[in-house]
């Protein structure tokens, strides 16, 4: 392909991805595919000979599309939001045509430079304390993209866990690496995101899930109690992992009674805001975030909820040097003559690869063609669909609502058995009309409604209702157990 024919392929492509967009809707938003579908329908080896360009395009339809989960659908209400927009779909084009990988400031300056203008701009967004942005006056903290919240949690353990060590060391030098790393505890609580569990894993320490309240967030003298307990043992609390925004049900950690706790205990705290983080940028939200003062670092995922295509994870540190100190390694290759300059950073020190792409042209596209203002109607929207959801879920009497719904999430399940809602699910999943996932609180089968998709209209919800609610009373009409009473539909 020379550069004339790609001018024209690339504008058929466009037409394409707004051809597949614009019609979403009539597809079904998961697939009806048995794993292993793909192998039988394309070549068992690479081609010798080129193909050519129309026979691939028509197996996009043939092989690609009947395994497609339309995550873009606004029949689409699972897990949590993916982002996506025009804007940062185009700046990803113009990434994959620069193409250059910015693993320091000389790498490419421009993809350096913009990242850290980024990451104060989204942080100004999100009034962020000084002390987390370049710019900020005597700050030794700034941002970086991170490809996603479980990396940041995990850089976040691993620099914490440096720190440790070389404090411990610098009173007790005898001690090894191996003998210290046995002792350290982290924490977090109950209700976290499996990547955490993961972070400690990978890292190499234990960590200690400590109990939730009744609304599913984690209060200060629970956290308090365990590291009590611990440090009796004569074991080293080193991290904890706050969620604001938990991914079963949406509950934010206290972190103005945490926060103080892991200050005085010399506990790194990091802050998992994956999904939630985006609705700081809206001042009615804003107060949530309290306490991330006390916080030594971080993160929210812009690629869930903010318009800007995966991947694309925001983490900021309070003292770059935490970061820096623990992942530092430089060969002559890699060095350049504007090294340890106060304005400079080579990123690669902040993360696990080397190898990094041009993601801040996405947020800058986005930020630009959205605006302050179209990001928080975007969060609004959003939110108010949830809202009309859960009045829905609540005018129907056969149902309750399992968590108080403060953003795009709702969680509710049939009163009775967990069977009853586990089989509602189950004929949601066959029917294909809607998505969505279940998670477990209490001890109870919960279904999670999360608003997803950037087009999804009051009629998606209410259509999704209707459908919901159809199911449920054949439910009833099966074998028995459901009390009988019709769907309360609201019109709008
Ligand atoms: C989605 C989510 C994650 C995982 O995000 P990735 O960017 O896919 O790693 C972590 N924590 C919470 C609370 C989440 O909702």
New binding site residues.
Partial sequence: MDSAEFRRRGKEMVDLIADYLDNIEERPVYPGVEPGYLRPLIPSEAPVDPDNYEDIIKDVERVIMPGVTHWHSPHFFA??SAAQSFPAMLADMLSGGIGCIGFSWAASPACTELETVMMDWLGKMLKLPDCFLFSGVNSQGGGIIQ???????LVALLAARCKTVRKIQASNPALSDGEIFGKLVSYTSEQ??S??ERAALIGGVKMRKVPSDSSFALRGDALKKMVDEDKAAGLIPFYFCA?L???PSCAFDHLLELGPICNEENIWMHI?????GSSFICPEYRHILNGVEFADSFNF?P??WLLVNF?C?AMWVKRKADLVGAFKCDPLYLKHKNQGSEVMTDYRHWEIPMGRRFRSLKMWFVFRMYGLSGLQAHIRKHVSLAKEFESLVRADDRFEICAEVVLGLVCFRLKGTNELSQRLHENIVKSREIHLVPCRLDGRFVLRFAICARTTEPRHIHRAWHHIAKLASQLSRGPGKMPERGPAVIET
């Fill in positions: 897990y949590f490809s996603s919240a479980s990396e940041a949690t976290c995101h990547s955490v969620t925004g938990t991914t998992d805001a994956a999904y939630a995922n690629h869930k991947d994870s």
